[in-house]
Structure formats: C-alpha cells, structure tokens
C-alpha cells in the first residue's frame, strides 16, 4: 500500500472499491446494507448524555447557588463541555453504523471513520483525565483537613499526578503512530506507522489500577467514622458508586488484551466506544452524587421533596431535626438556648465533609473539657457549627439516641439549658 500511487488509476479503482479487510473464508463482503446495531447504540449513548447532563446540572446548581463553588467545580465545567464533544464524535459515528464489520466497509470508505476514532480517542483521553482530577481535588476536600499530610493526602496527589501524566503522554504517543499523521486514518498514503497496541493495553491498564485506587481510598477513613453503622454504610454507597466504572474499565481491559492481534478496527471500536461513555458517565456521577441532595433539597421539588419538607416541620416543632434518617438533608438549621432566642442565624455544611471530621482521623473524641481550644470543631477544615459565642464554663458531650440512631452533640450551659446539633 505504500507505493499506492504509482498502481495505475484501475488498479487504484480497483482498491478503493473492495473491502477495506479480507474477509474469512465463506463470507461474502456486504457494502450495501452490513448487519450494524445502530438503535443499541443511540439507546446507550443517549442513556449517557440524559444522565450526566442531569448531574451535571444538579452540580452546579448546587455549587453555585446552593454551596461555594470549589476548584474541583471549576474544572469539571470544561470537562463536561469535552465530554459533550467525545459523545458527539460517537453519535456522528452512527452514520457509518455500530458493530459494522471491517469487510463490510469499502476501501474508499475507511478513512472518514478512523479520523473520527482518533479524534475520539484523543478526546476520551482529555476527559477522562480530567474527570478523575476533579474526583481526586473533591476527595481532598471532603477528606483532608487543611494543612493534614496524612496517607490519604499524598495517595490521592500520588494518583492525581500519575493520571496526568500518564494520560498527557499517551495523547502525544497516539498522535505520533504515524509520521506523516494523516497516514492514521489513511494507509493508503506514502509514510510511516507503527502499532498502537501496546498503548491500547497499558491505557487499559492503568485507567483500571487508578479507578480501583480511587474507589477504595475513601472507604478506610468512611468505616472509621464516629457516626453509626447505618449511616456508615450509606455514605460508603454513595462512594461506591464508582465500582460501575472500575467494572467497565476492568471488561475493556480483558477485552482489550483479548482482541490484541485483531484487526477487525470498527466493529472492535463500537463496543469500546460504548464502554468509554458508560465509563465516563459514572465519572460524572461519582463527582457530582455527594452534592446531589443538599442541591435538591434546596430546589424544593413538591413531588420528590413534599413528604421530607412535611417530617422536617413536624421533627422541628418537637425540638429535634431528623428527616426519616436522614438528619444531613438540611440547610439552615435553628438552635435555641436559655432565652429562647436564635443563637444560630445561618448554619450551612456540607453533609459529607461534616461527617469527615467525625472520625479517629481527626482525633476528634467523644469526651471534651471546657477549655475552648478543646471546641470539638476545631479541627482544620472544620465546617462552621455555629456563629455565636459559647458561654464560658459550659461543656460539650455527646449523646446517642436510640431511636433515631444518631449522634448529637451538646453543650451544657451552666449545668442549665442545652443546645444539640444532630449529626
């Protein structure tokens, strides 16, 4: 094929109009109507898109109007604006059809497709490395107190710069397989390639080990949390969601290691293709699911938050605030002492980071003096639990209740009247 334009124009002709790969033995190349699985695929894709767009738009809504936004919100913004690019290249690839075999394709026809592959690629690179960025910046945040270099702060910035890095090189690895780079998507040019496999499998590879990393690393400091085993496992779950990709990444790599010496390239790519997409999308939603009911909550939803406004009412005029268990569902809780009068005006945290001080990490003890640098929440990091004026010999303690199965913190006022925070 290297010297393709020195064959006669018939003998190009010839070429351009057969199949782009040999076809095995007894199977009749079809150009005019090839087995495809277009509906599958738009199902898939769309499924995606109608997802992470839902994410997407319940994160920054509750960054931006619900909660301060943080750096982790301000880089997912262009990695969702590339993700939309990367499902866009996957849709346009529906015209050329979905699991459409390589002797199904004309000659003539290949070259168009493949660009959009590199393309894609390129793009599924780009995002995914950002993603995992802003799920690794939103883990320090919520996990690591401010100015804590403890075991989960340099893994996590370990795997931050190893997915960086890596991902930046296999973008410029992919992009020089072929001197001059148009030979990519077109073998029929004079040049040079060389296999991309091997960068196949170790991308494989790695986005696997790093999606394994970033799902367990949480779970240690989450089960030694001082809050009850309930609600334990319920923020383990939502930290667990990301076991969907660490699954697809885990397929794509057997599959890919698998189908090494392949050179059926479309129909290959449409499953991987899919694969990447799903795998994305739970990147979206990994990062943007801790957020999601304190910014719900705060839409006030009728049909979804109706019954949860309803107990929240009823739990506040009994002096307590625990809706149906789920006592973070909140913003701007009340708390009274002595006079009655409103000592707290404006209390706002983030569920998960309030959870993440209660833990042995934080040395944070169930026993505090009356000392005021012995405050339970002075820890780095700490969300503010209130903006008044503790009254000087009074001491904090806290209190399981039963019932509710919950912690809450108090502070005795004189041996007097108490004030409680349900956590």
């Known amino acids: 094929m290297a010297d393709f334009s020195s064959l006669t124009p018939a003998a190009q002709e010839a070429i351009l109009n057969g199949p782009s790969m040999t076809p095995p033995d007894g199977v009749t190349p079809n150009f005019n109507d ?11 894709l769309s499924v995606c898109l109608a997802i992470s767009s839902i994410f997407f738009l319940i994160r920054v809504y ?12 301000y880089v997912f913004i262009p990695t969702f604006i590339l993700f939309v690019a990367f499902m866009t290249i996957l849709y346009k690839e529906v015209d050329y059809g979905y699991f459409v075999h390589l002797w199904d394709i004309q000659m003539r026809d290949l070259p168009p497709i493949v660009y959009l592959y590199n393309c894609s690629i390129s ?12 799920i690794l910046l939103e883990w320090l945040h919520i996990f690591v107190p401010t100015g804590t270099r403890n075991y989960f702060f340099w893994i996590a910035h370990a795997l931050l710069w190893i997915n960086v890095l890596f991902y930046s090189a296999a973008i410029i690895a992919l992009n020089l397989t072929c001197i001059p780079h148009e030979k990519y998507w077109n073998r029929l040019l004079p040049g040079r390639c060389i296999s991309d496999r091997p960068l196949d499998i170790a991308s494989a590879v790695v986005n696997f080990l790093v999606d394994f990393c970033i799902l367990v690393l949480p779970q240690r400091v989450i089960w030694n949390l001082n809050i009850p085993s309930k609600k334990r496992i319920g923020v383990s779950a939502v930290f667990s969601i990301g076991v969907i990709a660490v699954a697809t990444a885990g397929y794509r790599t057997v599959f890919t290691i698998h189908q090494e010496e392949s050179a059926d390239i479309t129909w290959d790519y449409s499953l991987v293709g899919l694969l990447l997409a799903v795998e994305i999308t ?12 304190k910014a719900l909550s705060a839409t006030r939803l009728p049909n979804i938050y109706s019954r949860v406004t309803s107990l929240a009412s009823q739990s506040l005029l009994k002096g307590s605030y625990n809706v149906a268990g789920f006592s973070w569902l909140r913003s701007k809780p009340k708390v009274q002492y002595n006079n ?4 707290v005006e404006d209390v706002s ?3 998960l980071e309030q959870y993440a001080t209660l833990g042995s990490e934080t040395g944070l003890n169930k026993n505090w003096g009356t000392n005021s640098n012995e405050h339970p929440w002075n820890t780095h990091n700490s969300p503010p639990m209130t903006h008044a004026t503790s009254p000087q010999n009074g001491a904090w303690s806290v209190q399981q209740d039963p019932f509710h199965h919950e912690s809450k913190l108090q502070y005795d006022i004189h041996n007097s009247k108490k004030f409680e925070f349900v956590v």
């Open 340 to 343: 009655g009068r409103d000592c």
């Open 34 to 44: 090839p087995t495809s699985h277009n509906t599958a695929a738009r199902v898939v």
């Open 282 to 293: 739970c990147g979206i939603v990994v990062f943007c699911l801790p957020v999601a009911p």
């Open 123 to 134: 793009l599924y690179a780009v995002t995914l490395m950002m993603i995992k960025v802003t």
């Open 349 to 351: 945290f983030d569920p």
């Open 62 to 73: 509750g960054a931006w109007f619900v909660v301060k936004p943080r750096l982790s919100d």
